[in-house]
């Protein structure tokens, strides 16, 4: 995946139209007709399948049919936007191989939304991801996440649609506003008529696109320059292969540390609570294919970051053979993939197509994403909740208008964006700023059941100010000693981002300059730890006025919003050290875990596993009335009546739902 980094605001088009000439010829053309015409085909079709008798659970959730191959090819083109595309290749070319080690970060950063986060929202029945807040807090929480994931996007849309455009615009003179407009409407049309199976299958033949522009320029590339052994070597010779650093500072922009331990952070804000990426979790037609599409996500996201670091190395070779040209030399770092296409396949008609095909692949994935998930939380957050008396069809008419209303909205961010100028490296940051102190929501109210509605929104607020104190700030001091740095020690600052890259470049202080103190060395904190800091701050400041208000003493807590934390470790445990710590256990995980309920809400699953069974008044069946839970091949393990089992145990005497010591159970 693409989190990214590196590049900096493209620079505006020149006015000199000698340095810009067009090398798209009509065969280039054609070929990125043929993306776009491809993309409004795939949702038309799914609009047109069943006209009429579409539902707005069809348009937001795809019907919750989805298999786990589709879901885990659209989570991956949701992140692999153009600035990833653009951003990675420059990064390895600047500063080496050092970023390859973020594929580290990986493996925590899919297994603990596989195991935590899925299951959570997927037992609940969720819409949209801000629904937990309101079921774990309460509907101001809910609407506080749902009003700044909104401002979060908005903020982003026109960005990640205009900058590569302009990118584009300015080595190619591709007409940029031709561009802007095609990708928007395109996106818009499929996107709101289509709903989110459009958006899925799109994204599957997007993410094929990109795979196979990435690849086309790799083989290409690595034939003209003698083969990837010969790149290998090249890069090695000038330094470009980086070993492991292992500097514990957190200052250093890109060490083994901040990449592998920082990056899961930062993993976690991308695939854990994103709402675009919890939508198509929830669309999965069961809970183990939403598990599988995050396994399978894996090998997908390393190949990407695989191609991208190949292109950069690619890239490198290639210039020490063809030095760049003064224009290209002096142009913004987005340009140099485009740039070095450009160089690479010229004369050969399709090619330069194809990847500008690739490169827009991702931003109508990374935009349609955004429409549906907007539309979404709008729909699910906003309206829902104050007219709940609206009917199917007029809740169907209302979802296609808010995803189209998103993408005309998309349009103006657009222009705007195209009069901003410096300001759009603020505008990129903050989309990045946000994902932290969402994050650090989302794991102060699933892991501490004595967080309450205050902590959470106090701890929201600290969270989101620290953000953007930093991430302003490093910008504020970056520009200030700009003009006293020098290109050879130049530094790409990256922000994270929940659903792409989003980039700032800042240029560093010559090392033979003092090091920065005080609230200067505070802003160089490297921006792979801004995630973890920030979603930290949320957590300790939250936790730290809910305990000064009482906790959730008096207060209703749901056991379905809770992971049970202490179980789960005791279970690591051999048995015997868990029959000795079960009275304390018991007393702990009373606290922790356990709350007598009812049963779920209506339509709702049951919190134990998706094979067990609710009966219609809401008790869990069992053998003589008793709540029952059991995995296969083990023993069904009976709780008393009311009460719902959060995890399994070896031990059948131990109930470790409720805090009491139970009789052994039967088969």
Known sequence: MSVGVSTSAPLPPTSDTSMVTSTFSLVDYVVFILLLVFSLAIGLYHACRGWGRHTAGELLMADRKMGS????????????????ILGVPSEIYRFGTQYWFLGCSYVLGLLIPAHIFIPVFYRLHLTSAYEYLELRFNKAVRICGTVTFIFQMVIYMGVVLYAPSL??????????????????????IYTALGGLKAVIWTDVFQSLVMFLGQLTV???????VGGLGHVWDVASQHGRISGIELDPDPFVRHTFWTLAFGGIFLMLSLYGVNQAQVQRYLSSRTE??????????????????CMGSLIGLVMFAYYQEHPMSPQQSQAAPDQFVLYFVVDLLKGLPGLPGLFVACLFSGSLSTISSAFNSLATVTMEDLIRPWFPEFSEAWATML?????????????????????????????????????????GLFCLGMFFPCANPPGAIVGLLAGLIMAFWIGIGSI??????????????????????????????TLMLSTTLSRPTGLQRFYSLSYMWYSAHNSTTVIVV???????????????????????????????????????LSCRSCSQLHCLSCACSPGPAPGHQPVSREDAEWSPEGQQRGG???????????????????????????DPGLCLHSGRQQPEATL
């Open 69 to 84: 191959l589709p879901v885990a090819l659209s989570l991956m083109a949701t992140f692999q936007s153009a600035v990833a």
């Open 288 to 305: 183990r294919a939403a598990v599988l599409s995050c396994y399978t996500v894996f090998p997908l996201q390393q190949l990407v970051l």
């Open 167 to 188: 990118a584009l615009n300015a080595v190619t003179g591709f007409d940029l506003w031709l561009s802007v407009l095609a990708l928007g409407l395109v996106c818009a």
């Open 399 to 439: 979802s296609r208008s808010l995803a189209f209303g998103y993408g005309l909205l998309c349009l103006g961010m657009a222009y705007i964006s195209s009069h901003m100028g410096p300001v759009l490296q603020a505008a990129l940051s903050i989309f990045g700023m946000v994902g932290g102190p969402l994050l």
């Open 624 to 650: 003589d009335g008793q709540g029952q839970f059991s995995l296969s091949g083990e023993q069904t393990h009976f709780c008393p009546p009311g009460d719902l089992p959060v995890m399994w145990t070896q």
């Open 476 to 505: 504020v001091a970056s520009m200030g000693s700009s003009m006293v740095a020098s290109s050879s020690n130049g530094s790409s600052f990256s922000l994270p981002s929940n659903m792409t890259t989003a980039t700032v470049t």
């Open 542 to 580: 939250g936790l730290t006025v809910s305990l000064l208000t009482g906790g959730m003493r008096g207060r209703p807590l749901d056991p379905r919003t809770i992971y049970p934390v202490m179980p789960k470790l005791l279970a690591l445990l051999p048995l015997s050290f868990q029959k000795r």
């Open 218 to 224: 790799i083989i290409v590339g690595s034939a003209k």
